[in-house]
Every structure is written in C-alpha cells, then in structure tokens.
T-cell receptor, first 114, second 111 residues
Framework: DTGVSQNPRHKITKRGQNVTFRCDPI?????LYWYRQTLGQGPEFLTY????????KSRLLSDRFSAERPKGSFSTLEIQRTEQGDSAMYLCASSLGQGGEKLFFGSGTQLSVL | RKEVEQDPGPFNVPEGATVAFNCTYSNSASQSFFWYRQDCRKEPKLLMSVYSSGNEDGRFTAQLNRASQYISLLIRDSKLSDSATYLC????????????FGTGTKLQVIP
C-alpha cells in the first residue's frame, strides 16, 4: 500500500500521560500536514511541514503538542500531559507541494483520554 | 468570522434529486479551492478541485465566485452512495500553506 499510513489506529490513555503518533506519508510527497477532528466538525489545522522544516503551527496548538519530521520522511506528533479535551481523531495528510495542495489523508489515529 | 463557513445540514434529499451546497471564505487572497468527501468514520478524500471557470466531473459541478468569496458544489441525479459529508477546503497558497477545512455539509440521500 503506497498511501499515507498512520499508527496506531486507536490509542486509549489516562489523563496526564504522554502519547506519540506516527505518520508515514506517500514517499514522493514533500509536504505533510497534521489535523485534528472531533465529531461533527471539519478537520482543524494543527501544523505543516515542507520536507523537515515545520513552517506553520496553529495558534490553537498548546505547548503540550509537538511535531517533528526529522528526515523529511515520516513525522511524529507528541502530546504531553494529555487532557480529556485532547480526545479526537488525529489525521495526517501529505501532498506533492506543486501548487493546488491536493491532500491525501491517512486513516487517522483515534485518541481517547480517560 | 470563520475562515471557511458551510451550512452543516443535514440535507435530506430523495434519490434523483439535484442538491447544491455553498461555502464562503473570508480571506480574499485565497488561491485554491477544493471539495472533499468524508464518509462516516473515514478520512476525507478529494472529490474535485474548483477552478475559476467552473468545472464538471460527471454529475458533480463546482463553481467559484471570487467577487462574493464563495464556492459551490452541485450534485445532479443524487445516488444513495452520495450520502456523506462534503467538506469545503481553501488554501491561501504562496508561502503560506495553511489548508483550511470547513465544518462540512452532511448529505443524506433517501430511497
């Protein structure tokens, strides 16, 4: 499968724990996006990478959230000291970056914070 | 004002009907526009790009009105399989690649 891959598919954690999600984009795509989606809402932009550089980060993203894309390939999203309000679907998307921004999404990681 | 606004619906239409959705955006510098489709508990998938001249793909027609800052999606001859949430997507482009989604419009096609 050469699509966008996200792991894990589901994560259940207790409040206060740290969690890390992984995204493997389509191999030739140099742009990578993280979004968060809750029920009944559209995907909410979190952050964006061009190769290994993190070029944009939502003001809504607290300091507990950090994302990396160390070699310009896979990316990780870490949430420290999770809160119940962090419960959501975390979606990763990648694109070729040749204008137009047609995004290809992974299946997402569903986070439940108890 | 939200950057991208859509009527959340739901739009309940009978099979064979024509239905249209609108989406407004706030940033006049926005350069590219898309409609995505999202099925329940699935990831969004690109339905079609929206071009200034308007574009059609089978039963689907998308249009852009830059003066009024809205885009539209028209679905003709609705099928049961069209039931989904339709997300409006706007990209400012240039050096600023924040691709922004609307909240989505839910469509339910009824037999």
């Amino acid at each position: 499968d050469t699509g966008v891959s996200q792991n894990p598919r589901h994560k259940i954690t207790k409040r206060g724990q740290n969690v890390t999600f992984r995204c493997d984009p389509i191999s030739e795509h140099n742009r990578l996006y993280w979004y968060r989606q809750t029920l009944g809402q559209g995907p909410e932009f979190l952050t964006y990478f061009q190769n290994e550089a993190q070029l944009e980060k939502s003001r809504l993203l607290s300091d507990r959230f950090s994302a990396e894309r160390p070699k310009g390939s896979f990316s990780t999203l870490e949430i420290q000291r999770t809160e119940q309000g962090d419960s959501a679907m975390y979606l990763c998307a990648s694109s070729l970056g040749q204008g137009g921004e047609k995004l290809f999404f992974g299946s997402g990681t569903q986070l439940s914070v108890l | 004002r939200k950057e991208v606004e859509q009527d959340p619906g739901p739009f309940n239409v009978p099979e064979g009907a024509t239905v249209a959705f609108n989406c407004t955006y706030s940033n006049s510098a926005s350069q590219s526009f898309f409609w995505y489709r999202q099925d329940c508990r699935k990831e969004p998938k690109l339905l079609m790009s929206v071009y200034s001249s308007g574009n059609e793909d089978g039963r689907f027609t998308a249009q852009l009105n830059r003066a009024s800052q809205y885009i539209s999606l028209l679905i003709r001859d609705s099928k049961l399989s069209d039931s989904a949430t339709y997300l409006c997507v706007v990209n400012i482009g240039g050096g600023y690649q924040k691709v922004t989604f609307g909240t989505g419009t839910k469509l339910q096609v009824i037999p």
